[in-house]
């Protein structure tokens, strides 16, 4: 059974930095695009970033152009989301997703606090 989990999350002062992970197990993660979301309360969740299988494509929500990085290592089966110059409005619960045509995986979300 495919499982993706979130770690990295936690309360940053704006201007800071956050390096969320998501580890990958149970399936093939190289053939899988990977995005992060993330969800503010009583919200739907938004798409921040993807990334291709093959890692030679990207996008960004255009609120965190420049700020943020999506990455992965097909090779550990992890994708990371380099999180920078934070601001409050970046606080929300992030999720890592594996999609492909067949189906996709949701990790269980990290709380990211960005607030002085």
């Known amino acids: 059974q495919g499982q993706l989990v979130e770690s990295g999350g936690g309360l940053v002062q704006p201007g800071g930095s956050l390096r969320l992970s998501c580890a990958a197990s149970g399936f093939a993660f190289g053939f899988y695009e990977i995005s992060w979301h993330r969800q503010y309360p009583g919200k739907e969740r938004e798409v921040v970033a993807t990334i291709n299988n093959a890692a030679t494509d990207t996008s960004y929500l255009e609120s965190v152009k420049g700020r943020f990085t999506i990455i992965r290592d097909n090779l550990k089966n992890m994708a990371y989301l380099q999180m920078n110059s934070l601001k409050p409005e970046d606080t929300a619960v992030y999720y890592c997703?594996?999609?492909?045509?067949?189906?996709?995986?949701w990790g269980q979300g990290t709380q990211v606090t960005v607030s002085s």
């Open positions: 997703r594996a999609a492909r045509w067949s189906g996709n995986y």
